[in-house]
């Protein structure tokens, strides 16, 4: 058997008036990621984790920003075609961790609903998901506001 991890990191700015989408879900906020697809930081860290421990290369690779196909994109459908292509190499995931930096709004109360809609969409049971939200402590883009940051890692066996 072999096992591998992989690691994913991401950022965006926050700008007033955008649709949030965090964890495959719209999150009530008056500010939302900017990015080229809906800009879910969540999906997207798990994506270059997965892909990172499969020796895949990363997001950007095989979902260009520079591709019109995918401006405005739905996330889930970048994360589940990570999902269809790790399977296709004859990997099966054990377990996702990851974790979201943003000072407001606060994430505890959405926490278990992206479990369930991340887990779904990657076809895995929701105990193999972890997902936790932080602060960055008022300190930095993320502390005041402009931006967030997350983080995530991937295990996977073959």
């Known amino acids: 058997m072999k ?3 992989g690691q994913g990191y991401d950022v965006h700015r926050l700008e007033e008036g955008r649709d949030f989408w965090l964890g495959g ?3 009530p906020h008056t500010h939302g990621a900017v990015g080229h697809s809906d800009a ?3 999906c997207h860290v798990i994506c270059d984790a997965l892909l990172g ?3 895949m290369r990363n997001i950007g ?3 260009s920003d ?3 196909q995918w401006k405005g994109v739905d996330s889930k459908i970048l994360l589940a075609r990570v999902m269809e292509m790790i399977r296709e190499a004859g990997w099966e995931v054990n377990n996702i961790d990851v974790t979201i930096i943003l000072q407001i709004p606060k994430l505890n109360p959405h926490i278990p609903e992206m479990k369930r ?3 779904e969409v990657m076809k895995i049971d929701e105990e193999d998901l972890s997902i936790k939200a932080t602060t960055s402590e008022h300190i930095g883009f993320v502390g005041r506001g402009e931006g967030i940051a997350a983080q995530c890692v991937a295990l996977i066996t073959k």
């Open 25 to 27: 879900i719209k999150v």
């Open 3 to 5: 096992i591998r991890v």
């Open 53 to 55: 421990a499969a020796n």
């Open 66 to 68: 520079k591709d019109p």
């Open 61 to 63: 690779y095989h979902f």
């Open 117 to 119: 809609v991340l887990a």
């Open 40 to 42: 879910d930081i969540a």
